[in-house]
């Protein structure tokens, strides 16, 4: 019997899915599925899991010569324990982009509006090195924001886009979390 016919009927025996597995030995579905189909072996750390989960040794596991499986010896000191990647969510994802959203979408439409809106306020020309300061129609943001007074929704735009980006940062580092000791990280 090979290792992936071995690993199979373990796994159905203790009445696990792959998924299931997968989880408690923090490694994706495909990678199971891989190791049953024989299409890859696990590295080491992982077989010394498996033997651990299904209680058999990993001479079982790796000679195809034995059929019937031995049971595992009582490990001296306990295991360390598996780290399980937590199910990361869309929850902080989508908060982001909609916080980050308004807050862009706020800049972008007091932008437009300055460009599309004629104020009141100063111009300053250069002119031979020299700078000209008159007082005339433009069109500016920062005359636009002081004439209607849009100083408050700018910094409430700003602050949302911020929240926003943090939330994003928040989610990501779920995501991608930080490598394992010995720089390795798992499948």
Known sequence: MTFGEKLQKLRRQAGMSQEELAERLSVSRQAVSRWELEGTLPDAGKIVSLSRIFSVTTDYLLKDELEIPEPAEAPSEPAPPVLQKQPVGNGLLISSCITGGLGALGFLVIAVLSSM???????????????????????????????????????????????????????????????????????
């Open 117 to 187: 809106i004629e104020v009141y306020g100063t111009i300053t020309t250069y002119e031979g090195g020299n700078i000209h300061y008159t007082s005339g129609w433009t069109y500016s943001f920062t005359a636009f924001v002081e004439e209607y007074r849009l100083e408050a929704i700018l910094w409430v735009c700003g602050g949302l886009l911020i929240i926003g980006l943090l939330l994003f940062w928040g989610w990501w580092s779920k995501k991608h979390p930080p490598d394992l000791p010995g720089g390795r990280q798992e499948e």
